[in-house]
């Protein structure tokens, strides 16, 4: 178990959440809903609900909004929204995993092809990059969780397997099927965990060293994230501090 491994996933930008609080809210909001559907609309007895309810409530989103989530997933008129995957390859050969909850897949086929397409990549069959990602379970919490060593150790007891740490906060990585049961275990030491979740995480990173790459790449996460039926964007990048700070 390693506990200095680095990773990058591309999610949000830094005060995205911020800048377009309202989008962010829609897309917890229908990550709620759904995972209400999927099971009991009891976070204590539905894993998938009590996990989006902790990222919504990261997010500082109302209760009432939260409840009004929970309670769609019971209305008869409410929307039916379909999970569907991309995959594909961004500015630099930079591998891509796009994930959408949509209620109507035509749409959201067309938005995210053309976001792609416009900002230097291009999609692929389904398969086509998630081989090289491992698929595993991902607990995050705040740099004020505790000191690296003190979180890695709590992680080790919970039986995790592996811990990233650093200024932003901790990444705590479990197997998929345990990433439930870990969580709770670590929530005993450390605290309620800002997220909890499945995650791709790459085997290999693509080192983007080109400034336009580099701006590239960020105006096409942009625009995905701008995508309502868009969930989270993941990616095998990696942009050198000294390239980041150019981009525009």
């Known amino acids: ?22 989008a962010l809210f829609s897309k917890l909001s229908r990550e709620i809903t759904v995972a209400a559907k999927s099971g009991l609309p009891d976070p204590a007895m539905n894993a998938r609900l009590r996990s989006a309810i902790i ?9 009432d909004n939260i409840k ?45 092809r053309l976001a792609v397409s ?7 069959a389904p398969g086509s990059v998630s081989h090289g990602f491992d698929r595993l379970g991902l607990i995050s919490y705040p740099a004020r969780a505790g000191e690296a ?45 800002e997220g909890t979740k499945l995650a791709w995480r790459p085997q290999t990173q693509v080192t983007l060293a080109s400034v336009d790459e580099a701006t590239q790449l960020m105006k096409l996460i942009d625009q995905l994230d701008e995508d309502d039926d868009v969930q989270t964007v993941w990616g095998n990048y990696d942009v050198p501090d000294e390239v980041m700070e150019q981009v525009s």
Do not use: C
Request: net charge negative; no cysteine.
């Open 118 to 124: 416009k900002n230097g990549g291009n999609l692929g």
């Open 1 to 22: 178990m390693a506990g200095h491994s680095k990773f990058k996933n591309i999610m949000y930008r830094k005060g995205a959440q911020d800048k377009k609080r309202s």
């Open 149 to 193: 060593d003190a979180v890695f150790e709590a992680a080790l007891e919970a039986g995790a397997e592996d811990v990233s740490s650093s200024e932003d906060g901790h990444e705590i990585w479990t197997a998929a099927d345990t990433l439930h049961e870990v969580a709770k275990a670590i929530e005993a030491t450390l605290g309620e965990p």
């Open 68 to 112: 009004r989530s929970i309670d769609k997933a019971s209305a008869a008129d409410g929307a039916n929204f379909e999970e569907i995957r991309y995959e594909g390859f961004g500015p630099g050969g930079v591998a891509l995993i796009i994930e959408t909850l949509t209620d109507n897949r035509n749409r959201t086929a067309t938005n995210v």
């Open 55 to 63: 990222a919504a409530r990261a997010q500082s989103m109302p209760n």
